[in-house]
T-cell receptor
Framework: DTAVSQTPKYLVTQMGNDKSIKCEQN?????MYWYKQDSKKFLKIMFS???????INETVPNRFSPKSPDKAHLNLHINSLELGDSAVYFC?????????????????????FGPGTRLTVL | DAKTTQPPSMDCAEGRAANLPCNHS???????VYWYRQIHSQGPQYIIH???NNETNEMASLIITEDRKSSTLILPHATLRDTAVYYC???????????FGTGTRLQVFP
């Protein structure tokens, strides 16, 4: 009964290739996210989508293109992979965004994370 | 940048309470304090969150000082499975960003 799932778990590829990571949540959440955790273990948000609409885009190179076919899925496509893209990518989901959670003073819902996809670019 | 500071590491004996401190002196009046943990190679796991009042759930307790400039996460009876990196996060309002700092690596020993 995995709540947030990602595929693949491991991805090893050559520089210059194009690859996709998939994420699915069965929690009925409206909002999904991608985070990147680099080799120094810093975990940083990349994107968030609410009901298929892009909400957050954190200065990520345009080689990264998230795609949300429906609110239960948020896939991450990466073009022209570079060595620096090697990292663990985590997908997460939550029920609603801060902007929709009653405005200032309203708590945003808890984010639930997937198991991660370890991407290695050779 | 993260708005929190935490000690880089702590040890705790199994069965004892683990008290993890966090400073967030620049927290705004309506920002929440969240705690997550990351067990080796897994995705971050939500633990607890609070605004002003102390909070308790099945995993932990959260004590927030009256001036809200610091908080403490308490694991009442630490087990070996609680060994993880614990992140204290001040939730950015309006956006949904969780800004992770470097966290505290808690090592529970037998």
């Amino acid at each position: 009964d995995t709540a947030v799932s990602q595929t693949p778990k491991y991805l090893v590829t050559q520089m210059g290739n194009d690859k996709s990571i998939k994420c699915e949540q069965n929690l009925g959440h409206d909002t999904m996210y991608w985070y990147k955790q680099d080799s120094k273990k810093f975990l940083k948000i990349m994107f968030s989508y609410n009901n298929k609409e892009l909400i957050i885009n954190e200065t990520v190179p345009n080689r990264f293109s998230p795609k949300s076919p429906d609110k239960a899925h948020l896939n991450l496509h990466i073009n022209s992979l570079e060595l620096g893209d090697s990292a663990v990518y985590f997908c997460a989901s939550s029920h609603k965004t801060g902007r929709l959670a009653g405005g200032p003073g309203g708590a945003t819902d808890t984010q639930y994370f997937g198991p991660g996809t370890r991407l290695t670019v050779l | 940048d993260a708005k929190t500071t935490q000690p880089p590491s702590m040890d705790c004996a199994e069965g004892r309470a683990a008290n993890l401190p966090c400073n967030h002196s620049t927290i705004s009046g309506n920002e929440y304090v969240y705690w997550y943990r990351q067990i080796h190679s897994q995705g971050p796991q939500y633990i607890i969150h609070g605004l002003k009042n102390n909070e308790t759930n099945e995993m932990a307790s959260l004590i927030i000082t009256e001036d809200r400039k610091s908080s403490t996460l308490i694991l009442p009876h630490a087990t070996l499975r609680d060994t993880a990196v614990y992140y204290c996060i001040v939730r950015v309002l309006i956006t949904d960003k969780l800004i992770f700092g470097t966290g505290t690596r808690l090592q529970v020993f037998p």
